[in-house]
């Protein structure tokens, strides 16, 4: 498992996301608003990471890194 799949497994418990499927892409879901977030299955860089913290911030308000 790369370093970018656990960084992103991470940051996705530390804001309170389960994973909800997993095929070419992952779809996360919030446990509290059921907001649902999409990523790639294997971020490429730490601009994805990024990329992932914008979306959650636009989804719930707020996004812990």
């Not at 779809?27 to 907001?35: A, S, Y």
């Amino acid at each position: 498992e790369n370093i970018m799949k656990k960084e992103l497994k991470k940051l996705m418990k530390k804001n309170n996301f389960d994973l909800l499927r997993k095929k070419n892409h992952l779809v996360w879901i919030h446990q509290i608003t059921g907001k649902k977030v999409t990523t790639s299955a294997t971020p490429s860089c730490q601009n994805a990471i990024k990329n992932i913290m914008r979306d959650i911030k636009h989804e719930v308000g707020i996004c812990y890194a």
